[in-house]
Structure formats: C-alpha cells, structure tokens
C-alpha cells in the first residue's frame, strides 16, 4: 500500500513536471514569435521615424515595452526552473523513500524466511521426538 502511494505522488510530480516543461516550451515559442513580431516593429518604426520624426516618442515606448517583456520572460523562466528544480527535488526524495521501503520490505522477507526456516527445523526436532517417544513408549 505503501509503495502504491509513493507510486502514485511520484507519478502525479512526474505529470507535473511533464506538463510544466511542455508549459515551459509552449511560452519559449511563443517568445520566439514575439521576438519576432518585434524585431519586425522595430524595422518598421525605423522606416516610419525617417519620413516622420514625431514616431520617435512611439519607439521609446516599444523599447520600454521590449524592456518589460523581457524582465518578465526572464521572471517566468526563473520561476519554471525554480518549480521544476522543486520538483525534481521532490520526486527524488519520494524515490528515497520508496527505495528505503523497498529495503525495509526486503528485510522483513528474509527475516520471515529465517523464522520459516527455523520452524521447519523445531518442526523436524518435534517429529523426531515424537517418533523416539512413541518408540519408546512401545
């Protein structure tokens, strides 16, 4: 039941750290074409600054929108690696954990073995026994 558990924790953390990378992948193409939906403002604000000089308070703007978008893909992405690192962490202390009691299941066996061995041998003594007796008693 135990190793059902743990089964399950980390295959739900393994789902969410699927669907965050697949999250992760999904914004980086999106920040591509973002890229280069910029890129292709800037080329045309350039063009449009050379036959009208009052675009150039429009160009600021976009450089200080550029400025924010940036701030907040590197806050994005810090916070994915800082959640998947999380995750990471968790997965692995829960694989600790099931590994510990696998270990311990693992000595429980044995040591019910050894107990099985043991009986079979008093069982042995006490047939032996039994059998002296009998001989004895006849």
């Known amino acids: 039941r135990v190793k059902e558990d743990m089964d399950s924790v980390y295959d739900t953390d393994k789902q969410t750290t699927r669907r965050l990378q697949d999250d992760y992948e ?12 910029v890129a292709d403002l800037e080329r045309r604000l350039a063009d449009e600054l050379c036959k009208n000089t009052d675009l150039t308070q429009d160009l600021h703007t976009l450089e200080e929108l550029d400025g924010k978008r940036k701030q ?27 590994n510990d009691k696998n270990r311990e299941l693992q000595e429980a066996i044995e040591d019910a073995r050894d107990f099985n061995s043991r009986i079979t041998v008093l069982q042995n003594d006490l047939d032996f026994c039994t059998k002296d007796n009998r001989e004895l008693t006849e």
Request: hydrophobic share 30%; net charge negative.
């Open 26 to 37: 999904t914004q980086q193409n999106e920040l591509v074409e973002l890229r280069a939906t």
């Open 72 to 98: 907040l893909q590197d806050s994005e992405t810090t916070e994915l690696h800082a959640t998947i690192r999380q995750l990471d962490e968790t997965i692995e202390n829960y694989q600790t954990k099931l």
